[in-house]
């Protein structure tokens, strides 16, 4: 009969267990779920984050690559433009050169002019002088 309890007893401490460890595997069943359920959360933000980031930097190659082709386009532009202004200001200082030899030249012309009508009038005033020079 002692055995018997023994054995009862035995039977009880193992229910008991094996309730409390059926409770354990529920448990741990439940946590496993919401730990793959997390897991998953995850998972899933953490490819919408990748995606994001995969489209942010294809936006920012275009981006980038729009820059570089404007940017490249302007210092072309710049290039161009630099060119055109070296070439105007050999062009003005060519006109201004010539400009000066032109008032030179005209000065020159008037100039000769001048003395043309100073040796005029001094022709003229030596022949008055010979004939008043005659009438005495």
Partial sequence: ?????ELDWFHQDSETQMKKWQQEKKENRENLKAL?????KHSDTN???????????????VCLNTF????????????????????SQD??????????KAE?????T?????????KGTIAKAEGNLR??????
């Fill in 1 to 5: 009969q002692v055995s018997q309890n």
């Fill in 36 to 40: 793959k359920s997390t897991a998953k």
């Fill in 47 to 61: 490819e919408r984050y990748v995606k994001t980031i995969d489209d942010k930097e294809k936006q920012y190659n």
């Fill in 68 to 87: 570089l082709e404007t940017s490249n386009k302007f210092a072309n532009e710049k290039g161009k433009l630099e060119e055109l202004i070296k070439k």
């Fill in 91 to 100: 062009n003005s200082q060519e006109c201004e050169k010539r400009a000066v």
């Fill in 104 to 108: 030179v030249s005209v000065l020159q």
């Fill in 110 to 118: 008037w100039k000769e002019t001048e003395i043309w009508k100073l």
């Fill in 131 to 136: 004939m008043l020079k005659a009438l005495s």
